[in-house]
C-alpha cells in the first residue's frame, strides 16, 4: 500500500551500557492536508486516495525500515501491533507534521511521540504498541 504524502523521520535507539551498537528506527509522518475553512485549503496538487485514507493508523503490522549499526544496513522490519489503532490516515493529516517530535531508548524499546499525540513503543521482540495517557495532553511549547 502506497500512501501518498508522506516523509520519513529518524530516531536513534542507543544504550551504550547495554551495546556498543545502535539502531536508527524511521517512522512515516504525515503531510497536513488543509481542511474545509483552511488557508490553503485546496491547494494540494496530490490526490489522495480514499480508501488509503480511510484504513486504520498504524496498520496491524506495520513494517518500518531500521539501520542496525552492527551490520551497517538498513533492513525492513514487519512489526505486530498490540492492541487498538489510533485512528485513521486521514485523521492523522489534521496534526501539523512539523511540529517538534521526540522520542526515548529506554529499557530496550523506543517510545516515539507520533502525529496527534500517541506515543508508539517499537521492542526489539518485532511488537508495536500505542500508548495514550489521557491526563497528559500535549498542547505545544
Known sequence: MEIKETFQVEYLAYDPIESPYFKVVSVTRFGWTPEPG?????SSSVPLDPEIEQSEWPPSVCILHVFSSRTRQWEERSFV?????MGIVSEMRRDWPTEQRNAVYWRGALYVHCQTDYVMREAAEFKFGILMNQAVKWSGY
Open 81 to 85: 501491533r498490540e492492541g487498538d489503532s
Open 38 to 42: 483552511d488557508f490553503l485549503y485546496g
